[in-house]
């Protein structure tokens, strides 16, 4: 779905799993970051988040509708239009998250 090399996947998902995302939002905001950094796509809808989640071969969300009301509700992801957009509180907790990982 998204053009991928392994050697990519690999590394989208070392730096996924390295972060050490502890909710399902965390995950979420992750993924859109994931979107935006390696894919240049900084606009996407939320079934994006979850292909690339089975792409990555990640554990299945719960609840991934969920999980982005919630992102939402918190200010970290943006409803624009039909599209979704990581916020920069949205990018401070992916930051922290990196942080964590060293």
Known sequence: MFNSSLDAL???K???LGSHPRTDVERVLLLAYCLDRFYGRSRFVSTDLTNLNTELGLPRFSNPSFAVRKAKARGLLLQEES???LTPAGSNVVKS??????
């Not at 998250?97 to 060293?102: A, D, G, M």
Request: net charge positive; glycine share 6%; hydrophobic share 45%.
């Open 10 to 12: 690999g590394t989208i």
């Open 97 to 102: 998250l990196e942080r964590n990982s060293i």
């Open 83 to 85: 599209k979704l957009v």
């Open 14 to 16: 070392q730096f996924l």
